[in-house]
């Protein structure tokens, strides 16, 4: 099946500082990729939808200068954390978009574990 | 309002025991139904997409079954290592949208 990566699997960083978050499609481009939060014991939650060479979509209550996402080739996306607060700390998790000639799936990144002190 | 309902929240089984995990949802324009399964601290593993109702795939113990209001998830002869929480979504025809179930967290006993 198609694989998806992410980078770093773990991180801890300071409360103030940024984090970023590295999602690669290895096998396949996508132009779409998708970010997600997820809290301990809950479903994911769609941060936003990124969008090769362009901006990407924020849900609702997601703060776009907050969580910077960039979409800059096929296969790459990166979620920037910025100015991270201990409420920050979470689950990451990206997930690419695989379109076929009838059909779209989603193949998901292992995820990213962000703790911030 | 677009919604995704999985039931139960948590299914206990002994090995050997089937049973099946129930997704509904109410959705304007089905494009696929998605099954994941997803092991702690790991991301989702996709398992089935399913398109149309009636439309049924298979895998090893797992069936998936679709009608138009649900999909059922039927475990045959679970083993522990099936145990993990078990995700639905469903996407619409604006495909940049999924929407996620909360998910039925499967524990298999030996």
């Known amino acids: 099946g198609a694989v998806v990566s992410q980078h770093p699997s773990r991180v801890i960083c300071k409360s103030g500082t940024s984090v970023k978050i590295e999602c690669r499609s290895l096998?396949?481009?996508?132009?779409?990729m998708f970010w997600y939060r997820q809290f301990p014991k809950k479903s994911l939650m769609l941060m936003a939808t990124?969008?090769?060479?362009?901006?990407?979509?924020?849900e609702q209550g997601v703060e776009k200068d907050k969580f910077l996402i960039n979409h800059a080739s096929l296969t790459l996306s990166t979620l920037t954390v910025t100015s991270a607060h201990p409420e920050d700390s979470s689950f990451y998790i990206c997930?690419?978009?695989?379109?076929?000639?009838?059909?779209?799936?989603?193949?998901f990144g292992p995820g990213t574990r962000l703790t911030v002190t | 309002e677009d919604q995704v309902t999985q039931s139960p929240e948590a299914l206990r089984l002994q090995e050997g025991e089937s049973s099946s995990l129930n997704c509904s949802y109410t959705?304007?324009?089905?494009?696929?139904l998605f099954w994941y399964r997803q092991d702690p601290g790991k991301g989702p593993e996709f398992l089935f997409t399913?398109?149309?109702a009636g439309e049924e795939k298979e895998k090893e113990r797992l069936k998936a079954t679709l009608t138009k209001k649900e999909s059922f998830l039927h475990i045959t002869a679970p083993k522990p290592e099936d145990s993990a929480t078990y995700l639905c979504?469903?996407?619409?025809?604006?495909?940049?949208?999924?929407?996620f179930g909360s998910g039925t967290k499967l524990n298999v006993k030996p």
């Open positions: 399913l398109y149309s």
């Open positions: 096998d396949f481009q996508a132009t779409t």
């Open positions: 990124s969008n090769e060479g362009s901006k990407a979509t924020y």
């Open positions: 959705v304007s324009g089905l494009r696929g």
């Open positions: 997930s690419a978009l695989l379109a076929g000639l009838s059909s779209y799936e989603q193949y």
């Open positions: 979504a469903v996407q619409v025809y604006n495909f940049n949208k999924f929407y």
